[in-house]
């Protein structure tokens, strides 16, 4: 049974630092395409970063210079490091393995008070 589940979320305050986990199971880590999105309130769901299978990152515009999105195959863990985050990084976030079907996990959340 696939699984991922993301942690790390919490409230901190703007300029400051978060990082985000997913753990994920019940699927070969290293072969997926690792995602982030996120889903602020009031907000449709919105790409935030991805990582290939190859080590390959690309981000969204609003996160770029400021998110790092790393992966850990041995620990079948994504990271998200989050740096000088502003109030309009606050969403739930969730991450995805895509490999053909796509999988998501249950969202941590992220607010970032100004």
């Known amino acids: 049974q696939v699984q991922l589940v993301e942690s790390g979320g919490g409230l901190v305050q703007a300029g400051e630092s978060l990082r985000l986990f997913c753990t994920g199971s019940?699927?070969?880590?290293?072969?997926?395409?690792m995602s982030w999105y996120r889903q602020g309130p009031r907000k449709e769901r919105e790409w935030v970063a991805t990582i290939t299978s190859g080590d390959v990152t690309t981000y969204s515009d609003s996160v770029k210079g400021r998110f790092t999105l790393s992966r850990d195959n041995a620990k079948n863990t994504l990271y998200l490091h989050m740096n000088s985050l502003k109030p309009e990084d606050t969403a739930v976030y969730f991450c995805?393995?895509?490999?053909?079907?796509?999988?998501w996990g249950q969202g941590t959340q992220v607010i970032v008070s100004s």
């Open positions: 019940g699927f070969t880590f290293r072969g997926y395409v």
């Open positions: 995805s393995a895509l490999r053909g079907s796509e999988y």
